[in-house]
């Protein structure tokens, strides 16, 4: 039962849905037992938060979002992805570093690192701010896993986006001065298009073929 369960859930959510139902509202109780999931039973080093939450559910947001994420390609030039249309979208934040980078193209650290600091350095993470970013993209990449897994035992597909096009006008849309690592949308796909047509019903991204991973045995 539950090897056909996780089937299910990898067929529903494997790949990135572009077109969605808008017809009703996300179930807030479904937004919470997908967020619990991916905060609270999720894994984290030395038990420190590396990352904030911001859930989406207001059209304007989305659609605002949705226009700063202009870097899929296709014929006719770069689009935006339509994924981030999608009825629930959760957006990670970097706890310790800003939007933007400075003149040196190095990004500026929120008031919360220089409030952690001393917490950091006594949990042994003395590896500098690279060492620090490390371990912010494996705890957001755990925690969006941890999303989509929740997201398809609901019965929703999703679609992650990692192309942000203006990190300064998504810092405005978000009301808040931290660096996005990764959105995701959640919801049920509009049964009427392929999922990997754009939510207008005209436009076509694509599909690839997933390279093989090599699995080393020792």
Request: with cysteine; proline share 3%; glycine share 8%.
């Amino acid at each position: 039962m539950l090897e056909q369960k996780l089937k299910k859930i990898v067929k529903l959510t494997a790949h990135t849905q572009r077109n969605w139902d808008l017809s009703v509202p996300f179930p807030q109780p479904h937004t919470e037992k997908i967020v619990d999931f991916a905060t609270s039973a999720c894994p984290s080093k030395n038990g420190i938060n590396f990352f904030d939450i911001a859930i989406i559910t207001d059209l304007s947001i989305r659609t605002a979002l949705y226009n700063c994420t202009k870097g899929y390609n296709t014929d006719y030039g770069k689009i935006p992805n339509s994924q981030i249309l999608a009825p629930l979208v959760l957006v990670w934040l970097n706890k310790y570093r800003k939007a933007e980078t400075n003149l040196d193209g190095e990004a500026e650290m929120t008031d919360a690192y220089w409030d952690d600091e001393s917490l950091l350095k006594e949990k042994e993470m003395t590896d500098g701010i690279f060492h620090l970013q490390e371990l912010t993209a494996m705890h957001v990449g755990l925690s969006g896993g941890y999303a989509n897994i929740m997201a398809g035992s609901l019965g929703y597909k999703t679609g992650f986006c990692k192309c942000f096009s203006d990190r300064k006008q998504m810092k405005h849309i978000l009301g808040v001065d931290q660096k996005v690592e990764l959105m995701l949308g959640i919801g049920e796909a509009n049964e009427t298009l392929d999922h990997y047509i754009h939510q207008d019903g005209n436009t076509e991204y694509g599909t690839t073929i997933r390279e093989p991973i090599k699995v080393i045995k020792l």
